[in-house]
């Protein structure tokens, strides 16, 4: 299963323009299913992340779209937390990963600092998988650019799409 990962958009409050570098990969790439965490800010953004594969969205402090502020989904035998990170105070892994194991999740996937993170963490016994996948668009201190997942039963593999 190939999952297509996204976060900071900010289409229709930044920009009037489709993400097209990130729509262009989607198109070549043809994931499975995309999660977007979060400042998605306009429907038409999902509309256009759903010709490609079901999207799943959550809320970001710059959204005004009734998309909740958190999910938890199954990828084969992976559960990953989407959420955007806006509610906590500071967005340190310590934080993260008591948030990862508070949901129950093997991936803890966020947003909001338009930064790309990956890192591994055991906390009690459980590993947790923390993922920021940056921003396609308004990237910070950054190359612009999303994640491709791609999971196999228990193993997930990462691979970074950047734009330049």
Same mark, same amino acid.
């Given at each position: 299963?190939?999952?297509? %990962?996204?976060?900071?958009?900010?289409?229709?409050? @930044?920009?009037?323009?489709?993400?097209?570098?990130?729509?262009?990969?989607?198109? @070549?790439?043809?994931?499975?299913?995309?999660?977007?965490?979060?400042?998605?800010?306009? #429907?038409?953004?999902?509309?256009?992340?759903?010709?490609?594969? #079901?999207?799943?969205?959550?809320?970001?402090?710059?959204?005004?779209?009734?998309? #909740?502020?958190? @999910? %938890?989904?199954?990828?084969?035998?992976?559960?990953?937390?989407?959420?955007?990170?806006?509610?906590?105070?500071?967005?340190?892994?310590?934080?993260?990963?008591? @948030?990862?194991?508070?949901?129950?999740?093997?991936?803890?996937?966020?947003?909001?600092?338009?930064?790309?993170?990956?890192?591994?963490?055991?906390?009690?016994?459980?590993?947790?998988?923390?993922?920021?996948?940056?921003?396609?668009?308004?990237?910070?201190?950054?190359?612009?650019?999303?994640?491709?997942?791609?999971?196999?039963?228990?193993?997930?593999?990462?691979?970074?799409?950047?734009?330049?």
């Amino acid at each position: 299963m190939i999952i297509a %990962v996204t976060s900071d958009t900010h289409h229709g409050d @930044k920009t009037n323009n489709l993400p097209s570098l990130l729509l262009r990969e989607l198109g @070549k790439r043809r994931p499975d299913l995309i999660l977007h965490a979060g400042d998605v800010t306009s #429907p038409e953004l999902l509309e256009a992340l759903e010709e490609f594969a #079901p999207t799943i969205a959550v809320r970001g402090n710059a959204d005004h779209l009734n998309l #909740p502020e958190e @999910k %938890v989904l199954e990828a084969e035998d992976v559960r990953i937390g989407l959420l955007h990170g806006h509610q906590f105070f500071s967005l340190n892994a310590q934080f993260l990963t008591l @948030k990862a194991l508070d949901m129950g999740v093997d991936v803890l996937i966020f947003g909001h600092t338009h930064r790309f993170y990956h890192e591994a963490y055991s906390l009690h016994g459980e590993k947790v998988t923390l993922l920021n996948p940056g921003s396609p668009t308004f990237p910070r201190m950054d190359s612009a650019g999303f994640v491709l997942l791609h999971v196999d039963g228990e193993n997930i593999g990462l691979e970074r799409i950047t734009f330049w």
